[in-house]
């Protein structure tokens, strides 16, 4: 079975600070690797993702995630947070095998805060 | 393009009572889903469905809930009777293939009392 662990329910930052929001998944088997935003009062929108070949993957607004095999980590960065970016942040997981192929496990999620 | 379409945005309702959301994906989107967000947690997979077909409703509890899609493009979750700790966000999302990339609707959001 797979699962996937956010280490922080909550991250207040100040705008223009670095973030990185923490993920670990466990699995047996090979993985995709996904986050997901949820900006306020709106529905979840893929942020970036990683199926394959680079384990470093980036978004078009800034953010980027390595996937670390050995760690089985795939946290997510940004070097200069922006208000804007306040919002809650889901990494989830899928299987790459079986017929439910692109069925996601979700970690809790992070709330990151970007304070002026 | 339109993205996924959910309605009602809100519901309230008495627990025992029933209630249905539906839900319109991307046109062209073989795959739907249906995920329960409880407040604090992250989305869980109730039902996935390819065309019309289900792959997998494991996670459904089959004794109150029960969804179809019709003709392979909308889709209804029903909830009878409801119960207290089914008050969440209903989530819809469509996806094109079966990598994980899903585009989600607003959700719905019920609260049984």
């Known amino acids: 079975a797979q699962s996937v662990t956010q280490l922080d329910s909550q991250v207040p930052v100040f705008e223009e600070a670095p973030v990185e929001l923490r993920c670990n998944y466990s699995?047996?088997?090979?993985?995709?690797l996904f986050w997901y935003v949820q900006y306020p009062n709106q529905g979840l929108q893929l942020l970036l993702k990683?199926?394959?070949?680079?384990?470093l993957v980036e978004s078009i607004n800034g953010f980027e995630a390595e996937f670390n095999k050995s760690q089985t980590s795939f946290h997510l960065r940004k070097p200069s947070v922006h208000i804007s970016d306040t919002a809650e942040y889901f990494c989830a997981v899928s299987s790459p095998y079986g017929g439910s192929q692109g069925n996601l496990i979700f970690g809790k999620g992070t709330k990151l805060s970007v304070k002026p | 393009e339109a993205g996924v379409a959910q309605s009602p945005r809100y519901k309230i309702i008495e627990k025992r009572q029933s209630v249905a959301f539906w839900c319109n994906p991307i046109?062209?989107?073989?795959?739907l889903y249906w995920y329960q967000q409880i407040l604090g947690q992250g989305p869980k997979l109730l039902i996935q469905?390819?065309?019309?077909?289900?792959?997998?409703d494991s996670q459904l509890p089959k004794d109150r809930f029960s969804a179809e899609r019709l003709k392979g493009v909308d889709s209804t979750l029903k909830i009878q009777p409801a119960k207290l700790e089914d008050s969440a966000v209903y989530l819809c999302?469509?996806?094109?293939?079966?990598?994980?990339?899903?585009?989600f609707g607003e959700g719905s959001r019920l609260t049984v009392l």
């Open positions: 999302a469509s996806s094109p293939g079966t990598t994980g990339e899903l585009f």
């Open positions: 469905f390819q065309n019309n077909g289900v792959v997998d």
């Open positions: 046109s062209g989107h073989a795959t």
């Open positions: 699995s047996s088997v090979s993985v995709y």
């Open positions: 990683y199926l394959s070949g680079s384990t």
